[in-house]
């Protein structure tokens, strides 16, 4: 991270990844676009999952901090205007966490500002859905593309449902999508796979970061991962193993998002 001499601040906020490659391919490049549009602030990373820092810091020495020791380091640097961008894809736990811990440091910053995660409302389904139809593009009747989401316990928005909406309506019906936690689960994809009968089926990531999930719980050759169940519905599965957070077009949604962040304290300076 560079410590330029001002007080202004960044927090790029994740859930985080133990897969090397896939964080500096996704994580880091919406790290990048974000320092890159606000080149007058301080970049800081934050990841909000203990176990996966833990994990990086035992097998590659790598430190990444809590958000509340992030902001800590943060006021300690002098930083006293602060803008938080998390990468969560949804308005979940995370994402819930994260802006419980931002406001309670509202007595440490003069300004403190909050950007809202990648789906939020029916404009971001509107552009990620155009993003992955131009991604993915009009599939033939026998083909079918199964997106992977993570799923939440709490969803104040009901971002797959509309995806899904959006893509029919767009005249994508050959998509549909699934959680790897919590409901629905594979159970759509399975029944939309029995309905339409497709003879190869396109796994990809709904996920900002392809990592364990993806390379597992749905690549994997573990006999319950959605490749292993797809095989045994008798369709060809083939995998895309591209984190959202890859593509440029949505590290600007990203970048957008934090332009018109929430203000939690102070007078908007974005």
Same mark, same amino acid.
């Given at each position: 991270?560079?410590?330029?001499?001002?007080?202004?601040?960044?927090?790029?906020?994740?859930?985080?990844?133990?897969?090397?490659?896939?964080?500096?391919?996704?994580?880091?490049?919406?790290?990048?676009?974000?320092?890159?549009?606000?080149?007058?602030?301080?970049?800081?990373?934050?990841?909000?999952?203990?176990?996966?820092?833990?994990?990086?810091?035992?097998?590659?020495?790598?430190?990444?901090?809590?958000?509340?020791?992030?902001?800590?380091?943060?006021?300690?640097?002098?930083?006293?205007?602060?803008?938080?961008?998390?990468?969560?894809?949804?308005?979940?736990?995370?994402?819930?966490?994260?802006?419980?811990?931002?406001?309670?440091?509202?007595?440490?910053?003069?300004?403190?500002?909050?950007?809202?995660?990648?789906?939020?409302?029916?404009? &971001?389904?509107?552009?990620?859905? %155009?993003?992955?139809? +131009?991604?993915? #593009?009009?599939?033939?009747?026998? *083909? /079918?593309?199964? =997106?992977?989401?993570?799923?939440?316990?709490?969803?104040?928005?009901?971002?797959?449902?509309?995806?899904?909406?959006?893509?029919?309506?767009?005249?994508?019906?050959?998509?549909?999508?699934?959680?790897?936690?919590?409901?629905?689960?594979?159970?759509?994809?399975?029944?939309?796979?029995?309905?339409?009968?497709?003879?190869?089926?396109?796994?990809?990531?709904?996920?900002?970061?392809?990592?364990?999930?993806?390379?597992?719980?749905?690549?994997? &050759?573990?006999?319950?991962?959605? %490749?292993?169940?797809? +095989?045994?519905? #008798?369709?060809?599965?083939?995998? *895309? /193993?591209?984190? =959202?957070?890859?593509?440029?077009?949505?590290?600007?949604?990203?970048?957008?998002?934090?332009?018109?962040?929430?203000?939690?304290?102070?007078?908007?300076?974005?």
């Amino acid at each position: 991270m560079k410590h330029r001499q001002n007080k202004k601040g960044l927090l790029a906020v994740s859930f985080g990844t133990s897969v090397k490659k896939t964080r500096w391919q996704t994580l880091e490049a919406v790290e990048n676009a974000l320092e890159t549009a606000f080149p007058d602030r301080t970049l800081y990373r934050a990841w909000t999952s203990d176990m996966l820092r833990r994990k990086v810091q035992k097998t590659e020495g790598v430190q990444i901090l809590s958000v509340e020791d992030a902001l800590h380091e943060m006021a300690s640097d002098g930083i006293t205007d602060v803008l938080v961008q998390p990468t969560h894809l949804l308005e979940g736990e995370e994402f819930e966490k994260t802006r419980e811990t931002v406001r309670s440091f509202s007595d440490r910053f003069d300004t403190l500002a909050i950007g809202d995660p990648l789906l939020s409302n029916e404009k &971001d389904v509107i552009a990620l859905a %155009k993003i992955m139809e +131009e991604i993915y #593009g009009a599939l033939s009747s026998d *083909h /079918l593309l199964a =997106l992977m989401g993570h799923g939440s316990s709490h969803m104040t928005f009901p971002a797959y449902e509309l995806l899904e909406r959006q893509f029919r309506t767009d005249g994508y019906d050959r998509y549909c999508i699934g959680t790897v936690e919590f409901s629905p689960g594979i159970a759509p994809v399975l029944e939309t796979i029995r309905k339409t009968k497709p003879t190869c089926v396109h796994l990809a990531p709904l996920l900002p970061v392809a990592g364990d999930h993806v390379i597992r719980d749905m690549c994997g &050759d573990e006999p319950d991962s959605w %490749k292993s169940r797809l +095989e045994r519905e #008798g369709v060809k599965a083939v995998c *895309h /193993l591209k984190g =959202l957070g890859e593509y440029e077009a949505v590290q600007q949604m990203y970048v957008q998002h934090a332009r018109g962040a929430r203000i939690i304290k102070g007078e908007a300076t974005v």
